[in-house]
């Protein structure tokens, strides 16, 4: 018995099938297809959609014709929202473990063709060339061959795990987006939209006397779905706003002439409608909906949020601008000359404000930053903001360091840790213990033995050793939760806890 059944859960399924059969050929007419990973044949785009009873019956009968007893069973009883978002919510995120999978699975191709093209060519002297007409001619170019074939699949598989790690992001992106409470403001507008539409529908349809009650019934029917659907969606924004993670602005919060901010900036409000703001605005944007606006100003006062706390506009100004100039900065400091003095003032503002030397490294400065989601953080960060912009256009005007320095009091309330005094004393890897603070890598550069700070901060964690192609590894956890792994014969310049 072949059986062909719909559910709003499943969609639509061929169970009773066996591999070669006969049942997939007859069926992929109609648009079935059949799943490796699920083993079963399916119709793609039905799951929480009412059945395609036409195409489920072509199948039905196709199958009849050819000799095989075939059973329909339909449910078309739809799911809540909730129980609807929550499973789309476990496929996506078992399709991105599977994504990460395939990339682990190459990443380890990539990683033991790598090792064996290194382990070919280590028994090779460096600069060695062929020589040809000696007895290990053909040996050594074997090798060579072998090795650099090593190499291209190597490269190959790191393409590879790249695209699949890529796909994963991709899948969990997506999947966050759909829980933005701004797309859920849009989704509720669409919602909307269909329910009107239904509505017009309904009271367009013939009367029951007429034709039965058939197409009052599934027009009621979607408009229940709809009502639901749009409840589930006004309970998030709802549970947004009691968590305080979200409000939605709207006419309530917006009168003429109020700035307004959007993706392209400020821009003055001439209208509040219904479900948008019209602008003050000869080209784009004319109209701002309300699930795109992210902050309004007025009388001086800025709100970034319609339960936030109003601020000052010319501090919210110089704020926007400190960010603009640091995130510039930072992605042009391999740029031109004149950029990379910008980068430059700006690193250095920060550790002037700070009273740090001028070759601290980032971690220290990254330090004073609070990232808690506290007001008092907040006001911290903004009035960070506002010191080092000041310090930065001073140093952009030519004023000397020194005498910049000389002005300042060092700002050091907000440090998550700071950075002991005194010589440190020189650790490998795995004699750190949670509490040391690591003052940098010893490494050798162009003036010799060199402390570099890239790797630095209060330790936190220390793992486990690793053996990994010859070498011994261990990963250190620093407070902050990133992690560095780094070779165990390492020496670092490190602050011992039981010092502090």
Known sequence: MITISHTHATGTV?????????????????????????????????????????????????????GF????????????????EAAAAHRAGERAERYDQHADTAAARRDARQHAAEQTLDVIPAGQP?????????????????????????LTASREATAWAGRA?????????????????????????????????????????????APQHHIRREIDRLRENIAHQQQILAQHAADGTFHAWGPQNLTTGDQVRGISG???????????????????????TFDKIHGRRRDGLQLDTPAGEPWPVDLARTVARWHHVSHHATGHAASS????????????????????????????TAAFWPTADTP??????????????????????????????????????????????????????????????????????PHGRELWPHFQGPVAHIGDLVERHGRTWVTVTFTDGTDREIRADRWLAVHPTARQ
Do not use: C
């Open 376 to 445: 008092h953080a907040l006001h911290t960060r903004r009035r960070l903001a506002a010191a080092y912009l000041a310090v930065y256009d001073r140093l952009q005007a030519g004023e000397p360091v020194p005498a910049i320095a000389a002005s300042l009091i060092p700002d050091r309330d907000a440090a998550a840790w700071t950075m002991p005094d005194g010589d440190p004393v020189d650790r490998k890897p795995a004699q750190l213990t949670p509490g040391d603070i690591v003052v940098g890598l010893w490494d050798t550069g």
């Open 130 to 154: 062929l020589l040809p007409g000696h007895h290990s001619y053909h040996g050594d170019r074997a090798r060579r061959e072998r090795a650099f074939a090593n190499l291209d699949a190597a």
């Open 69 to 84: 007893a075939v059973s329909v069973e339909i449910d078309d009883q739809w799911r809540p929202a909730a129980e609807r």
């Open 266 to 288: 400020w821009h003055r409000v001439t209208r509040v409608n219904r479900k948008s703001v019209s602008l003050a605005n000869t080209d784009w944007p004319q109209k701002l």
């Open 337 to 364: 000359p004149a950029e990379q003095q910008k980068a430059r003032h700006a690193d250095n503002a920060r550790r002037l404000v700070h009273g740090l030397d001028l070759n601290a490294g980032d971690q220290q």
């Open 14 to 66: 061929i169970s009773g099938s066996r591999r070669g059969d006969g049942v997939l050929p007859l069926v992929a007419q109609h648009g079935f297809r059949y799943s490796r990973q699920s083993q079963i044949i399916y119709l793609r785009g039905t799951r929480d959609r009412d059945a395609p009873v036409a195409r489920i019956n072509a199948a039905a009968a196709a199958l009849r014709e050819h």
């Open 169 to 213: 992001d991709a899948v969990r992106a997506h999947a966050a987006r759909l829980e933005d409470p701004r797309v859920v403001m849009r989704r509720l507008e669409t919602l909307n939209a269909e329910l009107r539409a239904r509505q017009r529908e309904l009271d367009a349809a013939p009367s029951v006397e007429d034709t039965g009650d």
